[in-house]
């Protein structure tokens, strides 16, 4: 089955990768909305086929496109915990980590996951080295 999602014109080309941010301000009334907002908030996807009609939209500055995607897994770093396995589904707890130069910032806290979405742990990759002594994980969702 195909996925089908509108992103802006200047990213609409197979191959590009991007997390879905969800609905945004003006969503609600546009008539495009059955289209565009089709993909799980917080997930990666890869675009594998690009639409050649484009609609103009209130929530970006630019046109958009329709593309064809395809769910791409993602690496985030969690907390260990004895809830914390493969196949697990878990409530993302959120980060309080503020070190912002610390190269595992990303991955603990990831763009487009807030705390209290539930989110599906398919792989523990491996043991990461946190620089405050925290025991964690990197982890494919």
């Not at 999602?5 to 301000?25: L, S, Y």
Request: proline content about 4%; charged content about 25%.
């Amino acid at each position: 089955m195909v996925t089908l999602t509108m992103v802006g014109t200047d990213i609409a080309a197979v191959g590009t990768e991007f997390i879905a941010m969800g609905e945004t301000e003006g969503c609600s009334d546009c008539k495009f909305r059955n289209v565009c907002i089709t993909l799980e908030k917080g997930r990666k996807y890869r675009i594998t086929a690009v639409r050649p009609v484009t609609h103009s939209c209130i929530a970006h500055e630019y046109e958009v496109r329709v593309v064809e995607v395809e769910q791409v897994p993602r690496r985030i770093a969690l907390e260990s915990g004895r809830f914390l396995m493969d196949g697990a589904t878990i409530t993302f707890p959120g980060s309080s980590c503020r070190k912002f130069s610390c190269k595992y910032y990303p991955l603990c806290n990831p763009a487009g996951i807030d705390a209290g979405m539930k989110i599906k742990a398919i792989k523990i990759v491996e043991k990461l080295e946190c620089p405050e002594g925290k025991e964690i994980k990197m982890v494919e969702i």
